[in-house]
């Protein structure tokens, strides 16, 4: 990925990926769940970093009822273009798209 697509993709509106989500049900989901925590480096190091969610992400995720610190399914790619680490996590939530 170059810097150029880099900078695009943090200009994507998440909003527009999400239609309708059900917020209390979420809510209610994330009380109760307990993520997997794996051990391995690449998962120690997104738990350290999970504080530099950026803030639109964290909003986002936080008024569909998602807690922003039950990630799952942590995947490592590799080194970004910005000197850090490209990693993916999901967030399943109750909802259509
Ligand atoms: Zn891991």
């Given at each position: 990925m170059t810097g150029a697509e880099s900078r695009r993709l943090s200009t994507v509106d998440l909003e527009?990926?999400?239609?309708?989500s059900d917020v209390r049900a979420t809510r209610a989901a994330y009380a109760s769940y307990v993520p997997y925590v794996c051990d391995c480096s690449y998962c120690r190091n997104f738990q350290a970093q999970s504080d530099l969610v950026p803030p639109e992400v964290r909003s986002l995720l936080e008024r569909m009822g998602i807690d922003p610190m039950k990630l799952s399914e942590v995947c490592e790619f590799g080194r970004s273009d910005g000197g850090g680490r490209l990693y993916q996590a999901e967030c399943p939530f109750p909802g259509q798209r």
């Open positions: 527009a990926f999400v239609r309708s």
